[in-house]
């Protein structure tokens, strides 16, 4: 393309050559992170017997226990358990009407970028490295070409950052490393032809099969905060690879004064697992644990060895025994040939001793260690211990054992909410023209709803006094809940709502009382079994007012008046019943 051979342009050779010192400066910064990763990937795989080379292990067995793999799956199943789902909610009251649609439109947008998958592997490498990381793009060649937003899980060992800050949006330029296939990069890209030479390098994990980085290029997707003319940091993008720029905003008239987004923060969001200082990348349980699990494998790997020896018959032979050793070490012989006497000096068995109970005893209080320190205990995954046996009992320790979970879930939710105010910036910057979506609703009836980012941009206010007031642009929070819960909560929600009927709070004639009684509760889904209660109240009050309405009437025509009243009698018994089917309904 000319306009990229173009000397004058902002974003040239020079730009990259000196973006590339930055990144190379960054890289050093990040060099022992970078080691910690490709380590944890090992101990992840239970491979990590690779890092001790040790030559008396050679041909021995090297036994890798799975606790350490138990405890982070076990860890990424709760996180399964409580997919996150968006609500939001509007700041003033005209934009009420834009907010429930967006907590209708937003989980579409999330299925369609298939972000049950992008949080599964996130969750993983948070688990694993420490840090997950969420990409925020738009693609404009969704869609056909008309464009629509893209989410990806990001390894962290690719990214770089300026060392020492807490927040990526704080460092100046920000990286995003790829390898890509040469041959399709020139094809797609023609100014890259005869700039094959790799000049950056990037960490890689260790694989059993090696990769064949011959054919492959290191490309960057450099990010980089600039001051525009009105001094406000405007966020630029450039695509270069050996030294070649391939794309680059400030080159692009569309872009050169907006720059790549309007919120004008880089499009990654980070999730530590526990925070380090001056990091934005935090340690995940493998850094925790690796040392206990080396431990238990080592002494696994004895063990393993002292039962092999003392299942094993061998002899102390000398010499000068004049024992045939062929036909001694051939199991299936029942005559051995000796030459000469034999004595215990120049013959007897080896004996290896058995395992010790203690032996035994210390392995179990590791592996127990290790379950208090990565909080996956017996109880947590469902396991009783210590005679528990009660149904409550367990529960409620399982309850109480749950709260690491708990703790690591609403940071991960607090990461979520970014991604979602990504998400709607992106929204209200590119959807420009109306896109219709499907909703199902929660009785599973279909509706397709019409969307644009018209609702989204500046609204301009009300005249007063025939003075312009200017415009005021919508603004949201966002409230994350589980959307998919686990068997043990919708367990617990149907014993509540059973609790509640049969202490009579669906009992229209009950409702004030169950009222002071639900606001000393709390619970999931309390408000709307509140106003269950009271519903079955004001019911009861009108069915009795129609009683007495059908009495009097009765009583002037002549007609019986028992009758009104078993009706009434028999809806009101009738209520509770239903009311309490609804109620655990609702909470399912």
């Not at 589980?482 to 409702?511: I, V, W």
């Amino acid at each position: 393309m000319d306009e990229y051979e173009n000397r004058t342009l902002p974003v040239g050779e020079a730009e990259v050559a000196q973006a590339a010192q930055t990144l190379q400066r960054y890289k050093a910064g990040k060099a022992a992170l970078d080691r910690r990763l490709v380590d944890n990937e090992l101990w992840f795989r239970m491979g990590h017997w690779k890092n001790y080379r040790n030559p008396m292990m050679t041909g021995k067995p090297q036994p890798s226990s799975g606790w350490l793999f138990n405890s982070i799956a076990n860890k990424h199943a709760d996180a399964m358990d409580n997919y996150p789902e968006p609500m939001v909610l509007p700041r003033a009251a005209d934009d009420q009407e834009t907010a429930q649609t967006l907590s209708s439109v937003l989980p579409v947008v999330l299925e369609q970028a298939d972000y049950e998958q992008v949080y599964s592997d996130s969750w993983w490498r948070k688990l694993k490295q420490g840090t997950g990381v969420t990409g925020i793009f738009w693609d404009p060649e969704k869609r056909g070409g008309a464009g629509d937003i893209a989410i990806r899980s990001v390894n962290l060992l690719m990214l770089y950052w300026e060392p020492g800050v807490e927040d990526i949006q704080s460092s100046p330029d920000f990286f995003s490393l790829s390898m890509e296939d040469t041959a399709r990069l020139t094809a797609q890209y023609p100014q890259l032809e005869g700039h094959t030479a790799g000049v950056l390098d990037v960490p890689r994990y260790i694989h059993e099969e090696g990769l064949d980085t011959g054919t492959k290029s290191v490309v960057v997707d450099w990010y980089y905060k600039r001051p525009d003319q009105n001094g406000r940091m405007v966020l630029h993008y450039c695509k270069f690879c050996n030294g070649v720029v391939l794309y680059a905003t400030q080159n692009d008239p569309r872009w050169a004064q907006r720059g790549l987004y309007d919120h004008g923060q880089y499009p990654f969001v980070f999730d530590p697992l526990f925070v380090e200082e001056d990091s934005p990348a935090g340690f995940g349980y493998i850094d925790v644990m690796k040392d206990c699990q080396t431990a238990i494998d080592k002494m696994n790997h004895a063990m393993d060895e002292n039962v092999l020896l003392a299942a094993k018959q061998r002899y102390i032979l000398s010499d000068t025994a004049g024992v045939n050793e062929e036909e001694l070490a051939d199991l299936g012989r029942d005559i051995v040939h000796v030459a000469g006497r034999l004595n215990e000096d120049s013959f007897r068995p080896l004996q290896t001793a058995g395992l010790q109970g203690n032996s035994l005893s210390y392995r179990n209080s590791r592996i127990d260690e290790l379950k208090e320190i990565s909080g996956n205990r017996d109880m947590t995954q469902g396991g009783t211990t210590g005679g528990v046996t009660a149904a409550s009992a367990i529960a409620a320790l399982q309850e109480a054992g749950s709260k690491l979970s708990r703790d690591m879930l609403k940071s991960a939710y607090r990461a979520f909410a970014k991604e979602c105010y990504l998400i709607l910036e992106l929204m209200r910057q590119f959807y420009d023209e109306q896109r219709v979506f499907r909703i199902v609703g929660a009785g599973g009836e279909t509706e397709f709803l019409p969307f644009s980012a018209q609702s989204l941009r500046p609204q301009p206010r009300q005249a007063v006094g025939g003075v312009e007031l200017g415009s005021r642009e919508p603004i949201f929070d966002i409230v994350v809940n589980a959307a998919k819960k686990s068997t043990f909560s919708r367990l617990s929600q149907n014993e509540t709502a059973k609790e509640c009927y049969q202490l009579g709070f669906f009992d229209p004639r009950n409702a004030d009382a169950a009222l002071a009684a639900l606001e000393m509760m709390d619970f999931e889904g309390i408000e709307k079994v509140r106003q269950r209660v009271r519903r079955n109240g004001t019911l009861a009050g009108q069915l009795l007012q129609l009683q007495q309405q059908y009495a009097r009437l009765a009583a002037v025509h002549g007609a019986p008046g028992t009758g009104g009243a078993t009706v009434a009698g028999a809806l009101t018994k009738d209520l509770p019943v239903a009311a309490a089917a609804r109620a655990m309904n609702s909470q399912q």
